[in-house]
């Protein structure tokens, strides 16, 4: 079959995942914020008390505009000291030089503000505390990174714990390994942690610190102090306070971020240029390491993450689109969500595209739901219906169909990993069979999670028991459990404290505890007994120290040696008041028919990873509670909502939107769903080995099964506790399967396909044309469409101008993208 054109149009997408370095320096320009005209003026802190040698303070100045938008002045605005010889200005911060009070004075244009300052103990420089003052600057620098000294295997013969997790195996490393040639206490200036560091020595990781800078000062005063790892009893820090906590930027312009720490004995410190700065979206807002935030000219948002001492905050930063007249009250709202979407595309000056046609809104809903294409029988049916709730009344319809079942039973069983690999035949088929049930009988998602966790039994006849085939070490079922059922990742935690997160080694083994005690008996046969015996704390590896038995933010749950913890476990994970329980499922759902997370990844719910509408999730997640947890009242809230149902083409100021849910965002179709769709759009079966004629891909149990075609389109490998085992990136592979395979050949010319019915039938050469598209497209063919056909028509046979047309529909963008 050689056609001779194609209407195939190529999408690439290419998903790039790095953890930058903080000391990168963005390149981006920016516009300086004093073009705006303010009509006052405000600063932080209001009051300063400079209290020893090293101490100084970032000023944020933030000015209000007529219209009472807030923006950065703290670069434009005029700084000065009533008294220089007190203290003086260093950049944006404040500097104390002698003991003494004076008054900072800021202005801008016409406005004045004038604050006191005290500087205090000048003379004395304050007492050095290894973990307080030490290694904030070893992180921010990034000498404990996993590409430096903190990987596992340190670096040039130096280790430090990575993120600085061990702060006393840290300081032994600098001060007694190597007979401590890292520091020189009788010529500090000398010592190589400087030396090296400021670059005057060569050093693997560059020249990391400028002298004469903050972190040069305080590493030469340890040193000066004979490298104290310092007082016990001094007070620890608590939190870190950002300001501002969020803020609407224009493009190219600036904003300074003002970080203070709090300590144990409430105490507070700035700490603004010993913490370290990240942003999750650099083509949008970036950072420097002065915390000093530049957006580009890329409408959005992005959240940049400030780490200080393990102490996580976020500022989460909105650049709209300039010059937008949208008003969220100009557009039709079906329900709850399209307002919060609208409300916040008004924010972002951002417009929705129009509703999408009944043809398009009829494919995706189908694809979405059931992972199946609409029959011709169905497409004809919905497009001459003229009833006004025709679409509300087919989400119905999709939502009782037996492909639902068969379709999110794959999906859960891509999360969950039935893997046959790991599960045998027996256990594979036991468990997808026991996830189809609960779908199908639509049990409240709390109930059916609730059993799968306390499972007990034989594997064979309790399909929920294969759960724990699947993940065998208490480790990986703490991580998995946590990151399937609560969106929290806490694979680091396992190691160090985890670096964009508030989890570390206690809240990770605490959660370990649940399952240090699953028995696993081996009957005959493929099968196996799982049970547990009880409570068993956990104790962190090459350490002395007990974890009580505790979930993730919560406390500690003691009980008898007897009683299998996971009952209580799974009683505060399926809580309503558990927050994250609701709100990961919510965040999963609406990624499946939206096509991104509120929160992306949908399964990485954490503080420095905010979701794009949090009013929305938050909905979301009520009304999966509201509903007591009958996840079909969510799906059905979501897919009659106008933001579902809209056009997939963009206007003109959404076309680079992909946060905000101002059009459909295409996606592919998944590896299952279009094997069923060539099958059905060529009305041929395909042969699965073992399994019954008739049996659809969306059914199949074994992620095993030989297929090609499968493996090709990157079905999960069910190996983790997410659906990132399948992969919808586009490969050459993949298209050359598609042109070129005998498979998909055999399949259009088959003798009882489609094309042959058709003729068989003696149709017309427009009614062939129009059930051809109507049987890929789920529409009638377009002008492009029929002329193209027509072509091909007037100069082959009718059999192989038929065959040539549908293989050019199922290579086309329109079918083998969800639209």
Excluded at 45 to 65: A, E, H, Y
Excluded at 119 to 129: C, D, I, M
Excluded at 166 to 194: H, N, T, W, Y
Excluded at 430 to 447: G, M, V
């Amino acid at each position: 079959m050689t056609p001779t054109f194609s209407l195939t149009k190529k999408r690439c997408c290419f998903c790039v995942s790095a953890l930058l370095c903080c000391l990168l320096v963005p390149t981006v320009g920016f516009a300086e914020n004093s073009k705006q005209q303010a009509v006052s003026i405000s600063v932080s802190p209001q009051q300063i008390t400079l209290g020893g040698g090293n101490r100084r303070q970032q000023l944020l100045v933030t000015g209000k505009s007529s219209t009472g938008k807030e923006f950065d002045l703290t670069q434009q605005a005029t700084i000065s000291v009533a008294h220089p010889s007190i203290a003086t200005i260093d950049g944006t911060s404040l500097v104390g030089l002698k003991e003494g009070k004076t008054e900072v004075v800021i202005r801008s244009a016409s406005q004045v503000v004038r604050l006191p300052v005290t500087v205090a103990n000048f003379n004395s420089y304050p007492p050095v505390h290894f973990e307080n003052d030490i290694m904030p600057v070893l992180t921010k620098l990034g000498c404990n990174s996993g590409g430096c000294h903190g990987k596992q295997g340190g670096q040039n013969g130096f280790k430090l714990s990575i993120f600085g997790f061990d702060s006393p195996g840290d300081f032994a490393a600098l001060v007694k390994d190597a007979r401590g040639r890292r520091v020189f206490p009788a010529s500090p200036e000398q010592s190589l942690l400087i030396t090296k560091a400021l670059g005057k020595v060569a050093h693997g990781g560059g020249r990391r610190m400028q002298a004469g800078s903050a972190d040069h000062q305080v590493l030469l005063e340890w040193v000066r102090q004979s490298m104290p790892w310092g007082n016990d009893n001094t007070p620890r820090l608590q939190t870190i306070e950002v300001q501002p906590i969020n803020r609407v930027m224009d493009a190219s312009s600036s904003q300074q971020i003002l970080v203070t720490a709090i300590f144990s004995d409430g105490s507070r410190r700035d700490v603004t240029a010993a913490a370290a700065y990240t942003s999750n979206s650099e083509s949008i807002a970036d950072v420097d390491v002065d915390g000093r935030i530049y957006s580009g000219k890329t409408p959005g948002e992005a959240a940049v993450n400030v780490n200080y001492m393990g102490q996580i905050a976020v500022v989460q930063v909105f650049i709209p689109r300039p010059g937008s007249s949208f008003k969220a009250d100009s557009v039709p709202a079906n329900n709850a969500i399209d307002g919060l979407v609208w409300s916040k595309l008004q924010k972002m000056g951002i417009a929705p595209s129009q509703l999408s046609d009944d043809q398009m809104f009829l494919r995706r809903v189908s694809l979405d739901t059931i992972g199946s294409l609409p029959t011709i029988e169905e497409t004809r049916r919905f497009l001459t219906d003229a009833s006004p709730d025709k679409r509300s009344r087919l989400i119905d319809d999709l939502l009782s169909r037996k492909e639902f079942a068969d379709y999110w039973a794959l999906k859960w069983a891509d999360v969950l990993m039935v893997d046959r690999d790991a599960l045998g035949e027996r256990g594979a088929y036991s468990f997808h069979r026991w996830l189809r049930k609960q779908i199908a009988t639509n049990r409240p998602y709390d109930e059916w999670v609730r059993e799968l966790i306390t499972a007990s039994g034989n594997s064979a006849k309790n399909g929920p028991v294969n759960f724990y085939r699947a993940l065998k070490k208490p480790e990986d079922l703490a991580r998995s459990v946590s990151q399937a059922f609560l969106g929290i990742r806490i694979d680091c935690a396992q190691c160090h404290h985890h670096p964009f997160d508030r989890w570390g080694r206690d809240d990770f083994y605490g959660m370990v505890g649940f399952f240090n005690n699953i028995q696993r008996k081996k009957l005959s046969g493929d099968r196996d007994l799982i049970y547990s015996t009880g409570f068993k704390q956990s104790k962190i590896p090459y350490s002395d120290t007990v974890v009580a038995t505790r979930p993730l933010g919560g406390e500690a749950i003691e009980g008898q040696p007897e009683i299998d913890p996971r009952i209580p476990f799974a009683n505060w994970l399926t809580s309503p008041e558990n927050p994250w329980f609701a709100r990961m499922v919510a965040n999963r759902i609406w990624k499946h028919f939206l096509g991104r997370g509120l929160v992306e990844p949908e399964d990485d719910l954490r503080l420095t990873n905010p979701a794009t509408n949090e009013p929305l999730l938050a909905y979301l997640e009520q009304q999966v509670v509201k509903s007591k947890f009958d996840l079909k009242q969510t799906m059905r809230l979501i897919l009659n909502s106008r933001v579902y149902q809209l056009s997939s083409v963009p206007n003109k100021t959404n076309a680079d939107d992909e946060q905000n849910f101002s059009h459909y965002l295409v996606k592919r179709l998944p590896s299952h769903v279009l094997l069923d769709a060539i099958s059905r759009a060529t009305e041929t079966n395909e042969n699965y080995v073992g399994m019954p004629a008739g049996t659809q891909a969306i059914e199949l149990w074994d992620n095993r099964l030989p297929s090609y075609f499968l493996a090709t389109f990157g079905r999960s490998q069910r190996k983790s506790a997410c659906e990132c085992g399948r992969s919808d990136a586009p490969t050459m592979a993949q298209a050359l399967h598609l042109m070129n395979a005998p498979e998909i050949d055999q399949k259009i010319s088959a003798v009882e396909g489609r094309v042959a019915k058709i003729l068989a039938s003696g149709s017309s050469q427009k009614q062939i044309i129009d059930e051809l598209c109507l049987a890929t497209l789920s529409r009638l063919p377009n002008e492009k469409e029929r002329k193209i056909a027509q072509q091909l028509f007037s100069q082959e046979s009718r059999q192989l101008a038929a065959e040539d047309f549908l293989w050019t529909l199922l290579n086309s963008y329109d079918f083998l993208m969800i639209r």
